[in-house]
């Protein structure tokens, strides 16, 4: 089975619910776990919320559905941040 990945990015004061950004699966995954890695992005791993994420298109929001299972990753990813900070 190949690897998968779903990059998502969120405006504050731009975008109404996070937005997808980059996805793919096999080396164009590896690429971008290799960038978030290098960028010190945290990352999550949900293969239930990969297959959903990586069915839309780029650019474009997710859906309302989506917003409670993206919180809680976000919330996942603010915590690690914070833990790195302090």
């Known amino acids: 089975m190949k690897k998968k990945a779903v990059a998502l990015n969120y405006e504050k004061n731009k975008d109404l619910a996070p937005k997808v950004k980059a996805k793919g699966e096999g080396l164009i995954a590896e690429k971008i776990i290799q960038i978030a890695h290098q960028n010190n992005i945290p990352i999550k791993e949900d293969k239930e919320l990969i297959q959903i994420l990586s069915s839309i298109p ?19 990813i603010y915590s690690i941040s914070k833990k790195k900070i302090d």
């Open 58 to 76: 780029l650019d474009q929001e997710i859906p309302p559905e989506l917003y409670k299972a993206v919180a809680e990753i976000f919330a996942y």
